[in-house]
């Protein structure tokens, strides 16, 4: 450990040994590779969300919200139409207690 002549004492080199540090210009070490790998994460996140939008991934999750539910609260049937919408289209009739779909006729 101690070599004949070193100007290290005891003390230091169990503080180095402590710290895993050899040298002092290894300070900002740990800062950069900190910096670098916050880019990585960066640079996967950002690849991930172009592929994504490339794909049309956000259209078809959002698609259900704005036609399928939406017709269903409006018309009662995820299939009906409206007016606005091409045409009355399998619209819910209802009669009494009973509710049935109205085929359309082409």
Same mark, same amino acid.
């Given at each position: 450990?101690?070599e004949?002549g070193?100007?290290?004492?005891?003390e230091?080199?169990h503080? /180095?040994?402590?710290?895993? #540090?050899?040298?002092q210009?290894e300070s900002?070490?740990? !800062?950069?590779? *900190?910096?670098?790998?916050?880019?990585?994460?960066?640079?996967?996140f950002?690849?991930a969300?172009?592929?994504?939008?490339? /794909?049309?991934?956000f259209? #078809?999750?959002?698609?259900?919200?704005?036609?399928?539910f !939406?017709?269903? *609260?409006?018309?009662?049937?995820k299939?009906a139409r409206g007016?606005?919408?091409?045409g009355?289209?399998n619209?819910?009739?209802?009669?009494?207690s009973?509710?049935f779909?109205n085929?359309s006729?082409e």
């Amino acid at each position: 450990m101690l070599e004949e002549g070193s100007s290290e004492n005891l003390e230091q080199v169990h503080c /180095r040994r402590l710290t895993g #540090r050899n040298s002092q210009n290894e300070s900002g070490q740990s !800062a950069v590779e *900190y910096v670098l790998l916050l880019a990585v994460v960066f640079g996967t996140f950002l690849f991930a969300m172009r592929g994504i939008q490339d /794909r049309g991934f956000f259209k #078809r999750l959002v698609s259900p919200l704005t036609k399928d539910f !939406a017709f269903a *609260y409006r018309y009662g049937h995820k299939d009906a139409r409206g007016p606005e919408d091409g045409g009355p289209v399998n619209l819910v009739l209802g009669g009494g207690s009973r509710v049935f779909i109205n085929p359309s006729k082409e």
